[in-house]
């Protein structure tokens, strides 16, 4: 039984604070996963290293998670391939600038990693590519209500080439993509890739000057 603005009836204070310490820590262990195993992967990042970085007790992850392998997944299920969720995106420039801001910011991300590492586990990878389908189904959506043919490969073809993007800039692949200013790299790749998915072929008299 409650009453406005009141806590449960038999909670106390204590634990009432504790319950919110304890998803305070939780939420730090699971930023501090996502940001180092984006850097760094599963097999070079530590608990001691997520711990130290949470600010909280290592042992924690037992607790909250399970294991290390059951906080990578819950990392990679957690995160969001730019800075809003996929059904937000407004069309494919919102898309690339959001995924293009993500990595320079943070570098590739759990899922990234989980994707292209050969030491990820099946797990893991499955969980990963899961939630590929948040980035392609909008697009698919997109192009089918424009009546654009083959519209889900075209997505697939999108997203392949924004991931190999993002992880050439964020691995350092090539000196002149990894150096190009963030909006150039943006308006780059949101015209190339709008061909595609505007359904488009390039002018003939682009093509052949």
Do not use: N
Request: aromatic share 4%; charged share 25%.
């Amino acid at each position: 039984m409650t009453t406005a603005g009141s806590q449960p009836v038999g909670a106390s204070p204590a634990r009432a604070s504790r319950s919110r310490d304890a998803a305070a820590s939780r939420q730090a262990l699971l930023g501090a996963a996502q940001e180092l195993f984006g850097q760094g992967g599963f097999e070079r990042t530590t608990v001691r290293e997520i711990g130290e970085r949470a600010g909280v007790d290592a042992a924690l992850i037992a607790r909250y998670f399970g294991s290390k392998a059951d906080l990578y997944i819950a990392a990679v299920t957690a995160e969001r391939m730019g800075d809003q969720p996929v059904s937000e995106y407004g069309g494919l420039e919102e898309m690339v600038e959001s995924l293009v801001a993500r990595v320079d910011r943070h570098g590739p991300g759990p899922i990234l990693q989980a994707l292209v590492r050969s030491d990820t586990s099946e797990e893991i990878r499955a969980a990963a590519q899961a939630r590929l389908p948040r980035l392609v189904e909008p697009l698919v959506d997109g192009m089918e209500g424009r009546g654009t043919a083959q519209a889900r490969l075209r997505a697939e073809i999108t997203v392949s080439a924004l991931i190999g993007v993002a992880l050439g800039r964020s691995l350092g692949w090539f000196a002149e993509m990894g150096s190009a200013p963030h909006q150039e790299l943006v308006e780059l790749l949101v015209d190339a890739l709008g061909t595609l998915t505007d359904g488009q072929a390039p002018r003939r008299a682009d093509r052949t000057r």
